[in-house]
T-cell receptor, first 109, second 118 residues
């Protein structure tokens, strides 16, 4: 079966760095996405990785290793507004998006 | 950038009534639209995929006669929850992809519609 694993919840301190991991087992691979979702709102796109390596976009970076079925989202200089759920999603060989359950990130002052 | 407008944002209805949710792509042609449902503290659950001009493809376990999806144009898809019951109360989110997008691989989400059935 297809499976996306990410931690349920993480806590970090304002100004610090946090890494949210995502491991996947899917039928084929056509890209991995990270979305941010604030409570009561729809997800917003953060990053897309299809090749191995690190993609940096401001305070957020995303890493992919296809051979390991592994990705992480790195958030630097954490701000209180970064408190949200972070969803990892993989597009499989049928171009279907398989969603992880999301990681709730709690930022403390 | 690509914008998807979804409304209503909130809807409260009585059990047994039908509710229609609209999803519009404002600045691109949405060849494919996806409808998701999300229960509290859970991830997105894909309900159906609709391509413009053809019947929607429903995920296993989703009743197509209860959740009617229409994608009659390249900019509009609707989800109608028929004979709604309290267990249908959820957060419904549409997303779209299509032509004219700079990031063609990316899904653009509507803001979501929170349905409460009394």
């Amino acid at each position: 079966g297809q499976n996306i694993d990410q931690p349920t919840e993480m806590t970090a301190t304002e100004g610090a760095i946090v890494q949210i991991n995502c491991t996947y087992q899917t039928s084929g691979f056509n890209g991995l996405f990270w979305y941010q979702q604030h409570a009561g709102e729809a997800p917003t796109f953060l990053s897309y990785n299809v090749l191995d390596g690190l993609e940096e976009k401001g305070r957020f970076s995303s890493f992919l290793s296809r051979s390991k079925g592994y990705s992480y989202l790195l958030l630097k200089e954490l701000q209180m507004k970064d408190s949200a759920s972070y969803l990892c999603a993989v597009r499989d060989s049928n171009y279907q998006l398989i969603w992880g359950a999301g990681t709730k990130l709690i930022i403390k002052p | 950038g690509a914008v998807v407008s979804q409304h209503p944002s909130w809807v409260i209805c009585k059990s047994g009534t039908s509710v229609k949710i609209e999803c519009r792509s404002l600045d691109f042609q949405a060849t494919t639209m996806f409808w998701y449902r999300q229960f509290p503290k859970q991830s997105l659950m894909l309900m159906a995929t609709s391509n413009e001009g053809s019947k929607a493809t429903y995920e296993q376990g989703v009743e197509k006669d209860k959740f009617l999806i229409n994608h009659a144009s390249l900019t509009l898809s609707t989800l109608t929850v028929t004979s709604a019951h309290p267990e249908d109360s959820s957060f419904y989110i549409c997303s779209a992809t299509g032509t004219g997008l700079s990031g063609a691989n990316v899904l653009t989400f509507g803001a979501g519609s929170r349905l409460t059935v009394l």
